[in-house]
């Protein structure tokens, strides 16, 4: 196999920096892999917690799991889609690797977020916007951060209303 490489400390003893679920080191890693790379040395994250960072980053996953709650991971249809997207195809990391009960079980551990251009959405931005609307005194779930504007409000409500 073309682009592999040995690890600096193959069957080394880590934990995840994340869980703490005890890893080995593997004895070689695809130098290309991506968007998940094994790891060379005794640092780094289990495969769920790789994943978690991967749904925590992913506009609009990220966004449909924050309001649904993290056990949508186990009513979706998550390893298929998984295999139809082919983000995985060139990735050392395999789908059935992931134990999704373990990604619900450790959802709230603490993860690397970044909100960039291509992840427009930060996990509890749906919270945090309920509550500045509540905040604001609106409640009317329209997630205005303006000071009310009675007829633009209005006009909105009227257009969510009709049939598509
Ligand atoms: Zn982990």
Redesign the pocket.
């Known amino acids: 196999m073309t682009g592999m490489e040995a690890t600096q400390t193959p069957g080394a003893l880590a934990h ?6 005890q ?1 080995r080191v593997a004895d070689s890693r695809r130098e290309d892999s991506k968007p998940f790379r094994l790891a060379k040395v005794p640092k780094g ?6 994943m ?1 960072q991967f749904l925590y980053n992913t506009y609009p996953v990220n966004m449909q799991i924050d309001i649904a709650g993290p056990e949508l991971l186990l009513k979706l249809h998550i390893r298929e889609a998984f295999l139809m997207c082919g983000v995985l195809n060139d990735c050392d990391l395999h789908i059935d690797e992931i134990d999704w009960r ?1 990604v619900v079980e ?1 959802w709230s ?1 603490p993860v690397k977020v970044a909100k960039s251009a291509l992840n427009m959405y930060r996990m509890g931005d749906h919270a945090r916007q309920k509550k500045a609307v509540a905040d604001a005194g609106l409640g009317d779930g329209l997630g205005f951060f303006d000071p009310p504007n009675e007829a633009e409000r209005e006009r909105r409500s009227t257009e969510r209303k009709l049939p598509n």
């Not at 995840?16 to 679920?21: A, K, L, M, Q, S």
């Not at 994250?45 to 790789?50: I, Y």
């Open positions: 995840c920096e994340r869980c703490g679920r890893l994250v289990c495969p769920e917690c790789v978690t373990r450790n551990l």
